[in-house]
């Protein structure tokens, strides 16, 4: 199908351009490893004090490294006007924003991928279960559903990587919320069942604001 | 008139107004471009040079009027009119990490282009830039990325180009030779153009008609045969009270 | 004259709910009079919900009609909303400190609902004056209020689960209310809604005549 192969050809195209250079993984690897330092002497690494924060310390980390990455998304798009130049191709907008959004959730599932292990290592947490990869999976769809349309909104504002964040991070609140809930159970050793309610709120989030941001997103490029 | 008209002429423009918030970049623009026909328009800044053509190349929407190109309406068929021109403006629309021929066979796929491989190759002969293919766009000079963008624009063979201020960094002598790539059409008739530029000569050396912008509204419209540059020159002033 | 009769309602109306407030209602056994309060808090949460409902009407007909007075609605609602979420959040830290002994509870999921609904609020405005184009802004604004809207479910869904609370069922609910403080409440709300709109219009008003004097202003500096 047309849509899907533009689609993908849009992600292999910013797949390509970020392994030859590694601007934003690297960045944002580095960033998201500096903030679990920070974390550490903030909050003292005693294991009670782990317990309490952890779950909260991974999704500060990775709230704040996905709008680090998702500022970048739509600056590329812009460095040569190339977004107008995706404007001129035979297809509908929505084309770009699932192409953007599947780059940006790979980029993320990668800088986690990394980040959740080193996690583990430095704070001694069984982080990787089923259950906390799930979650993390999940919430980080509901992250780039958001973050991509503000992403392309705020890359057309004075200032650009300010605007992200004001507007991004209230809007995923409920999302932090339940991914902090979910994780502490998680990190407790609690089934899949135990998860509930979060688990639903997390997932109707992610479908939800999946569907808006797509049917939305054409008012943002287009004038 | 109606149909006919505009199944002839491959541009169509009536009434047309944009307008971005309170500003009214376009005042009611009316202008008729025949099949094969070279068009040029000249203006000072903020004429509303670049938003006719972005409005034509589907990129902005129009507030009111009726856009018609190869007989279709913008408003509906934005998808299709597409795949009938080719834009090349003074910014490239280039991935700088990418190379060459990796932003050529990506804008090849987002035009559907049969045979992606021989067709990048195609254009990129087209516009010499064999050798440096596999470069990175961001080595090249502003030239080089400048015939880049103009093969970008031929991979899907349109048959109408838009061309804003796309002389940006290119030397003369390679004008020349890009002009000729973009005018030849497929089948060897002459492509339909419209180019918008600062330069009065060499827009009048390229042009069949030329028209003069000004605060939104075609000023004036005359045919190259009834005019010579000193006339075009005089018009210009007139027109726009700008002095060359 | 709309207007006018809409100001007289809202005057006379404020007037019953202070007279109902401090005369007619009975005060409360445990809180006391500090219990005065919830008659100002709860139609100001209330206010703060409903102007986001108006923000996405506006939004919705900006984003499909492109009619400027849509824009003037959204942006009127943003901007008397996000007075009436601040002063919700005033009284509700005033409410708190006698009943909790401190100014903030985290405990209290209207208050923590609130406040991100004041975040929302400020987004919307904010992208607005930072967007460069005039139009754009509207149109950022509008997806932002959308977006914004449909968020606020999720935040009173999160806030009151997070603290192991039930989801309240309407947001002003409050079982085995007295009669006579069930009717100031009621009163209240309708006397404060009445206000809102006074206000709403108000400031719309004012937007169309600010338009309408820049639209002049230009005319003006084109003629000289």
């Not at chain 2, 309406?73 to 299709?80: D, G, P, Q, T």
């Not at chain 3, 996405?56 to 901007?79: C, H, M, N, P, V």
């Not at chain 3, 604004?141 to 935040?155: E, K, S, T």
């Amino acid at each position: 199908m047309s849509f899907w192969s533009k689609v993908i050809a849009i992600t292999r195209k910013d797949a390509l351009s970020e392994l030859r250079t590694k601007e934003i993984i690297s960045a944002v690897l580095v960033f998201a490893l500096l903030v679990i330092l920070i974390f550490n002497f903030a909050f003292g690494a005693r294991p009670e004090a782990v317990d309490l924060v952890a779950s909260g310390m991974l999704w500060v980390t990775f709230a704040f490294a996905g709008v680090l990455s998702l500022n970048r998304a739509f600056i590329v798009e812009k460095e040569d006007n190339c977004l107008d130049g995706l404007l001129i191709c035979p297809m509908s907008r929505e084309v770009i924003y699932v192409g953007k959004v599947l780059a940006s959730l790979l980029f993320m599932l990668i800088v986690e991928a990394i980040a959740l292990p080193v996690f583990a290592l430095l704070f001694n947490l069984p982080v990787l279960t089923a259950q906390l990869i799930g979650i993390t999976v999940l919430v980080t769809i509901g992250f780039v559903a958001v973050g991509t349309l503000f992403s392309a909104l705020a890359v057309n504002t004075k200032a650009r990587e300010m605007v992200l964040p004001i507007l991004f991070l209230p809007i995923v609140i409920p999302l932090i919320v339940a991914a902090v809930k979910a994780s502490e159970l998680a990190l407790a050793g609690k089934s899949w069942g135990e998860l509930y309610p979060w688990l639903p709120i997390i997932i109707s989030f992610d479908v939800i604001f999946l569907v808006v941001a797509y049917l939305i997103f054409a008012f943002i490029v287009e004038e | 008139m109606g149909q006919e008209a505009s199944q002839s002429s491959a541009i169509e423009v009536r009434g047309l107004t944009k307008s971005f918030g309170d500003r009214l970049a376009l005042k009611g623009v009316s202008l008729t471009i025949a099949r094969g026909e070279s068009v040029v328009i000249f203006g000072p800044n903020g004429a509303g040079k670049t938003t006719l053509v972005k409005v034509l190349a589907t990129i902005l929407k129009p507030t009111s009027g009726r856009v018609l190109i190869n007989a279709l309406e913008v408003k509906s068929s934005a998808e299709a009119i597409r795949r009938h021109i080719g834009v090349v403006t003074h910014q490239t629309f280039l991935y700088g990490n990418l190379t060459a021929y990796e932003n050529l066979d990506f804008y090849a796929r987002m035009f559907d282009v049969p045979r992606r491989r021989e067709r990048v190759q195609e254009v990129a002969a087209l516009v010499g830039m064999t050798s440096r293919l596999h470069d990175r766009v961001s080595t090249l000079s502003r030239g080089m990325q400048q015939r880049i963008s103009i093969a970008r624009a031929l991979l899907h063979k349109p048959g109408i180009m838009l061309l804003d201020e796309a002389e940006t960094g290119l030397d003369p002598q390679a004008t020349g030779l890009l002009w000729s790539a973009m005018r030849t059409g497929e089948n060897g008739e002459p492509r339909t153009i419209i180019l918008t530029t600062h330069n009065l000569e060499r827009g009048f050396a390229l042009c069949d008609r030329l028209l003069i912008m000004g605060q939104g509204k075609i000023l004036y419209e005359a045919s190259r045969q009834v005019l010579d540059l000193t006339g075009l020159i005089e018009a210009y002033q007139h027109c726009t009270g700008v002095r060359i | 004259m709309k207007r006018l009769i809409l100001w007289g309602l809202g005057l006379v109306l404020m007037f019953l709910a202070l007279y109902l407030v401090f005369l007619y209602a009975p005060i409360e056994k445990v809180m006391g009079i500090v219990q005065k309060n919830f008659y100002l808090m709860v139609p100001m949460g209330w206010l703060s919900l409903l102007s986001y409902f108006v923000i996405f009407i506006g939004s919705i007909f900006y984003l499909t009609k492109r009619d400027r007075k849509w824009d003037d609605l959204a942006y009127s609602a943003a901007e008397v909303g996000i007075i009436f979420t601040s002063l919700a959040l005033m009284v509700g830290s005033i409410w708190a400190r006698p009943i909790w002994g401190v100014w903030w509870a985290w405990e209290e999921p209207r208050l923590t609902t609130t406040l991100v609904l004041w975040f929302i609020y400020l987004a919307c405005l904010l992208v607005r004056s930072l967007t460069v184009e005039e139009g754009r802004g509207a149109t950022f604004a509008a997806v932002v209020g959308v977006i914004g809207f449909i968020d606020i479910p999720f935040v009173i869904l999160s806030t009151s689960l997070w603290r192991g609370m039930h989801p309240p069922l309407i947001i002003f609910e409050e079982g085995g209310l007295d009669p006579r403080m069930r009717l100031t409440l009621m009163l209240s709300i309708v006397a404060y809604t009445v206000l809102y709109v006074v206000i709403l219009m108000q400031r719309v008003a004012i937007r169309r005549d600010e338009a309408e004097v820049k639209k002049l202003k230009g005319l003006v500096s084109q003629e000289s």
